[in-house]
């Protein structure tokens, strides 16, 4: 099919990209004229494994092409909504200027029998007003709303492969027309036993934030598991490991540590707040602005036992962080637990050094007051504490024994457990991590969680 892709950011970039690889004939649009410039090089604008290969795979079959001008988009099947929508400066609600503004200019190049699909992530209600002012302007063409799912760091797999379609679409004949034209778009994902729930717009919307709002209610469930068993002297590893045996919880995502970021879980619970409140059902998601407040209360407590850690000042002290990506296989630092942890400690008077494989680049851009250094060893040498605060692989592989050849003094804080604790402080570190016990008397030689019949926990 022939599809435009309007907005070529982290999500438009990869469904382009992928449209392609499935044999449509895409063109993806964006007014940033660099951006355009970069992909048209086959260059991706942000880090996101397996995109840059498939990026230049698909430029060079012919069926891919960027373009800076609205125009391009005529003669185009389907046109797939792509912005983002960020959260408004100072206030909970989401920012719909992009989606409106590049809604708006799509409209002249419209034409009889076309499909608007939307999958940026919008307050419900969005679909039917736009759909509203579609009918107005171009009734013979139709709206779709059709959320995405991409985790960063695995977004092309979510994308070619994903494990569930939702459209949102009109009753009665456009919303079958929708249905067909999205069906064979995604033929091959089908035809592989991918599951597809038809929805109404509303349904539809409210899908990718309550998926979102549920995610980040679990994990910060464990890490206010992970508060309590620091003051109880319990250990929130073996906690949720009992917990995920109990197959109506499941293990995912209990991992407790300094909580979640990026660009889309905290800006998309606040955003689900507001649209609530808006609709006069403020009391129904209260609940979410505790799991917020946890989640901001994580970096504070890393914080905290920083100071700990170092003895009870942090002025002066040489601190490494590890890690400034929001989460591993990604440069984005948007709302970075990691990174605002670090900008915390330089305020108290911390010497921080950050370093990441992918990330300091984009930090150094948010945070220009702390030191980068890509290089990990480098960035350990005559260390007073090392944090692991994002579980890249190379971090999560340290031992202890050649960390030890490089740090002024063996302090560590393991922020998402990660790492053995008692191999560490057998070593002579003085370790710590989120929820575990402190006092290594009362850890040594402890095992780890053995199950009945050799079967491990989910």
């Not at 260059?43 to 990026?55: K, N």
């Not at 710590?432 to 969680?449: K, L």
């Amino acid at each position: 099919m022939r599809i435009s892709v309007i907005g070529c950011g982290y999500l438009g970039a990869v469904h382009a990209v992928c449209m392609a690889k499935l044999g449509h004939d895409v063109v993806g649009i964006d007014i940033d004229e660099r951006k355009i410039e970069a992909l048209h090089a086959g260059r991706a604008v942000f880090y996101e494994p397996g995109l840059p290969e498939l990026l230049r795979e698909v430029l060079g079959t012919g069926r891919l092409k960027f373009s800076s001008s609205m125009s391009d988009a005529k003669g185009a099947q389907l046109h797939f909504l792509c912005v983002g929508t960020p959260q408004q400066e100072g206030k909970y609600a989401t920012d719909m200027r992009y989606v409106d503004e590049a809604f708006a200019s799509l409209l002249d190049s419209l034409e009889p029998g076309n499909v608007v699909v939307g999958k940026s992530t919008v307050p419900v209600g969005t679909a039917a007003r736009l759909a509203d002012a579609l009918a107005e302007r171009s009734p013979d063409t139709v709206l779709a709303w059709n959320p995405e799912f991409l985790r960063e760091g695995f977004a092309v797999k979510d994308t070619l492969s994903p494990d569930r379609f939702i459209y949102g679409v009109p009753d009665g004949e456009p919303g079958a027309w929708a249905t067909a034209a999205l069906d064979e778009v995604y033929a091959s994902a089908l035809a592989l036993g991918t599951r597809r729930l038809i929805a109404d717009y509303a349904t539809a919307e409210l899908v990718k934030v309550a998926a979102n709002s549920f995610l980040a209610t679990k994990i910060s469930f464990i890490n206010a598991m992970a508060e309590v068993c620091d003051v109880a002297g319990a250990d929130v590893t073996v906690l949720a490991e009992a917990l995920g045996m109990d197959d109506r919880i499941g293990r995912r995502y209990l991992n407790a540590g300094i909580g979640f970021g990026g660009g889309c879980l905290p800006k998309d619970i606040r955003a689900f707040i507001a649209r609530a409140d808006e609709l006069g059902a403020h009391q129904a998601l209260t609940f979410l602005r505790e799991v917020d407040d946890i989640n901001v209360r994580r970096r504070v407590r890393v914080v905290e036992l920083t100071r700990t850690l170092v003895g009870g000042s942090l002025l002066g002290q040489r601190i490494t962080v590890l890690g400034a990506a929001f989460k591993p296989d990604s440069d984005d630092v948007r709302d970075s637990p990691a990174l605002s942890i670090a900008a915390q400690l330089h305020l108290n008077g911390a010497e921080v050094t950050v370093t990441d494989p992918r990330a300091t680049l984009a930090a150094q851009v948010r945070f220009p007051e702390l030191t980068y250094e890509p290089n990990l060893e480098t960035a350990m040498l005559r260390a007073d504490a090392l944090l692991l605060l994002t579980e890249w692989r190379e971090y999560q592989a340290l031992t202890p024994e050649f960390a030890a050849g490089l740090v002024r003094r063996r302090n560590i804080l393991d922020g998402r457990n990660v790492l053995d604790l008692h191999r560490w402080r057998l070593a002579g570190w003085n370790f710590r991590a989120i929820g575990r016990p402190y006092d290594s008397a009362s850890t040594d030689g402890r095992a780890a969680p053995k199950w009945v019949a050799g079967k491990p926990g989910k």
